[in-house]
């Protein structure tokens, strides 16, 4: 449709944005590009509301941004929610269809609210690899820290492929590829399909087996930083499990050794 046939006026204060590509994984997740107003700034990790013009007063749910933040498209990832008052609409769009985007992003999973570090654990549940999608692919990253650890953990196998796809491609990418060099390392596991790598990243991190696996030392607070998106129950338990090993909260006023934000539309 365009803009002139649409049957609700694109409200004020909104970006109108054009859908670019739609890519469908499963029957609960897709992910889908859109162009990007010049205007708009972020900060890798950040979320935005997003809506459809669909209604006189559209529904916003917030997403986090999946692209780096030199993209000049905007990518998300979503679950489909029958009954969603977004997603049962937005799992439809199409190439040339239009997307709301309200004006500011915004959200703590961003590396200004971390204190420096050697390492950050970028810990996923769901699509709360979203941010974690944007953050590997984002140059500072590199510069920050001499190794990434993206986790991802998902119910099925096939809820891992955006992630497996996204970590090859942030190794295979030229240019992603060059900085990310031998920094980078991914670790996928599943909870209830059977997969070589099975667990809850809390059992993981608690009996040892991420840092076994991975060949890489314990978590530790002194050079260790860590980032958490997913499951309310996910973050909640692994956030706990950090307090416990000397791990402070962060913020983008106080900035410290962790921090966390919930998937949305969840
Ligand atoms: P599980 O299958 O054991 O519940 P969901 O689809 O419910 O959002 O969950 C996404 C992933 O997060 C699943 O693999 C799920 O494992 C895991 N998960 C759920 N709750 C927790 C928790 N409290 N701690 C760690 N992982 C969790």
């Known amino acids: 449709a365009t803009a002139s046939a649409l049957p609700f006026p694109i409200p004020a204060n909104v970006h109108a944005e054009r859908v670019v590509s739609v890519t469908h994984y499963t029957d609960r997740l897709f ?9 708009l ?11 459809l013009p669909n209604a006189e ?4 749910r917030a997403y986090s941004v999946a692209s780096p933040a030199w993209d000049d498209e905007l990518e ?9 008052p977004l997603t049962q ?6 190439p040339g269809d239009i997307v709301l985007l309200r004006p500011k992003p915004t959200g703590t999973l961003v590396l200004d609210a971390l204190t420096p570090g ?20 984002e140059p500072e990253t590199y510069d920050k820290f001499e190794q990434v650890i993206l986790t991802n953990t998902c119910r099925d196998a096939a809820d891992l492929q955006y992630g497996n796809e996204l970590a090859a491609m942030a190794s295979e990418d030229p240019l992603i590829g060059e900085m990310a060099g031998g920094k980078l390392v991914y670790y996928a596991t599943t909870t209830r399909e059977e997969t070589p790598n099975m667990g809850r990243i809390t059992t993981l991190i608690e009996n040892g087996k991420l840092f076994s696996d991975l060949g890489i030392r314990p978590l530790d607070p002194a050079t260790d930083r860590v980032m958490l998106c997913g499951s309310m129950a996910m973050i909640k338990d692994v956030a706990a499990l950090l307090e416990a090993r000397g791990f402070t909260e ?3 006023s106080a900035p410290a050794e962790f921090v966390l934000e919930r998937a949305f539309v969840g």
């Open 31 to 39: 992910s889908f590009r859109i162009t990007r107003p010049q205007s």
């Open 41 to 51: 700034r972020f900060r890798s990790g950040e979320f935005v509301m997003i809506g």
């Open 57 to 60: 007063k559209p529904v916003y």
């Open 76 to 84: 998300f990832y979503s679950i489909k929610v029958q009954d969603g």
């Open 89 to 94: 609409h937005l799992q439809k769009i199409q």
């Open 118 to 137: 050697k390492r950050v654990f970028m810990i996923a549940t769901g699509t709360g690899i979203a941010p974690f999608a944007s953050l590997i692919r």
């Open 250 to 252: 962060g913020s983008n």
